[in-house]
């Protein structure tokens, strides 16, 4: 028995091996579909959702090709400056002096060479050129840092109406309360008719309201997708955060900020130093100017060439130094008046730029400071509907008021958590735009990880609805 018994264990458990590998192979082919069909969720934190956005942005990559394209162009006015050989043969029919187009004699072959070396207009032209190329560098970072607030605005509006809809489902749920609460007591001759169609009323605003909330849920959500470069089917999951390293409201650390990193201002500078260098270049053009030259050509004694020359050299070398003086330059003269005037231009719109930056900066400032005590209103509203709630809810324990007075304290703190969140929302974009006009969104939104400023402390709320108060490390209430 003993025998007979081992195995038939060795190979129960081979079949037994078998079968678990058999369905693991089954599993892990169907587990895709299985996913797709059960749709997909993933969770984002803020920075994560602004580096996919800069990462997959067609826009981004369009404006580093455009800088692409005007550094070639610049390399285009550099090439004057470098080794330059050009080389071809031909032929052509010819009467009476041997002579080709030019006033070359006839030539089997020809290499030629030519290289600026000092040219002060075509070298003013290659370093505007290349200050150009810089001024579209900082078109490059100015997309980045509309992306980056674009991204950060869409992930934090998604989570304030997502927390919103939650809201004004549980406000649906209380207005449903109230409007069975006033039907039965006008059936009941205890309210007039004209209050059922006030709560009516409430009813389908609210109704509205969530409608509108979902709309612009699935409009946020299809962007987002979009701009993350994430499949269309996918579901992301966001959570309320405050913004990592908030502007703070100071006017006087703020405008010397914008006046350094403000990027409008610096492409002003960039192009007042390109016009700037195009003038000096052209005011060279009062110099003469240098450049090597050479040329190596293979001769042909065709069309009686001796008759007119008395030797004849097939191969022929010419290397120099090609000076030209300028005598009479109308055309210098234009040129420079010209680069003056524009010049100047360029200077008073530096000029204007700067005074533009720094009335912006103390506006947008104001701003933050406005909504910041505008969050702090709302703030207090919100706990004072909490208390309020609180007090009727003892009130209805004890039988002292109805259900219809609990649940239009509901309403009212659901009224206060939507104004507090679209205070908070309202802050949040004056931030932003504030950090864009300072020049340091992506110093904000790219610094690192477990930063201070970026979390946030949860308590609950004191209606006892499962909602809670997000305070951050700045102080700030969500």
């Known amino acids: 028995m003993k025998k007979s018994k081992t195995p038939l264990g060795c190979a129960g458990r081979w079949r037994a091996g078998c079968a678990a590998l058999l369905v693991w192979v089954l599993f892990g082919l169907a587990s895709p579909a299985d996913a797709q069909q059960a749709g997909v969720s993933r969770k984002l934190t803020l920075k994560e959702a602004v580096s996919l956005a800069v990462k997959n942005s067609r826009d981004l990559a ?44 006839p030539t089997i072959f020809s290499l030629s060479y030519d290289q600026q070396i000092y040219n002060p207009p075509l070298r003013g032209e290659q370093r505007a050129a290349e200050q150009r190329a810089e001024e579209q560098s900082l078109k490059v970072d100015a997309t980045r840092d509309a992306i980056m607030i674009r991204a950060a605005l869409d992930y934090l509006e998604l989570a304030k109406v997502r927390h919103s809809l939650d809201l004004m489902r549980s406000e649906r749920l209380s207005a449903g309360r109230i409007l069975d609460a006033t039907r039965e007591r006008s059936a009941a001759g205890r309210e007039l008719p004209i209050e059922v169609t006030r709560a009516e009323l409430a009813t389908a605003r609210i109704e509205q309201r969530i409608a509108q909330l979902e709309d612009r849920e699935d409009a946020l959500v299809n962007e987002m997708l979009d701009m993350l470069g994430l499949p269309q089917d996918l579901q992301i999951e966001v959570s309320p955060e405050d913004l990592p390293g908030a502007a703070t409201p100071e006017t006087k650390d703020q405008v010397p900020q914008a006046l350094e990193n403000n990027i409008e201002l610096k492409q002003a500078e960039t192009e007042r130093k390109a016009r700037e260098l195009k003038l000096r270049g052209e005011r060279g053009g009062y110099w003469p100017t240098f450049g090597l030259m050479g040329q190596y050509n293979i001769l042909s004694n065709i069309n009686n060439y001796s ?166 490390a700045g102080g700030r209430f969500e």
Do not use: M
């Not at 400056?81 to 006033?103: E, H, K, V």
């Not at 524009?342 to 406005?370: C, D, H, P």
């Open 62 to 105: 369009l404006a580093r090709l455009q800088y692409g394209l005007v550094q070639r162009e610049a390399g285009v006015d550099r090439s004057v400056f470098r080794p330059n050989f050009y080389t071809g043969t031909g032929a052509a029919y010819t009467s009476g002096f041997p002579l080709i187009q030019g006033g070359g004699a």
């Open 307 to 472: 008759t007119y020359f008395s030797n004849f050299t097939r191969n022929n070398v010419i290397f120099g130094i090609e000076v030209k003086i300028p005598i009479f330059a109308a055309r210098t003269g234009a040129a420079v008046a010209f680069a003056q005037a524009n010049l100047r231009a360029a200077e008073l719109s530096l000029e204007k730029k700067r005074s533009e930056v720094s009335l912006e900066v103390r506006q947008k400032t104001r701003r933050v400071r406005e909504t910041d005590l505008a969050v702090d209103v709302a703030r207090l509203e919100l706990q004072l509907a909490q208390e309020n709630l609180r007090v009727v809810q003892a009130q209805f324990d004890q039988g002292r008021t109805s259900l219809r007075d609990l649940e239009a304290a509901h309403l009212e703190e659901n009224d206060k958590w939507l104004a507090f969140l679209d205070a908070n929302f309202g802050r949040q974009q004056a931030q932003l735009e504030l950090l864009q006009t300072t020049g340091q969104v992506s110093q904000v939104l790219q610094e690192p990880e477990g930063t201070a400023a970026g979390r946030a402390v949860c308590f609950a709320s004191n209606g006892g609805n499962g909602k809670q108060f997000c305070c951050s």
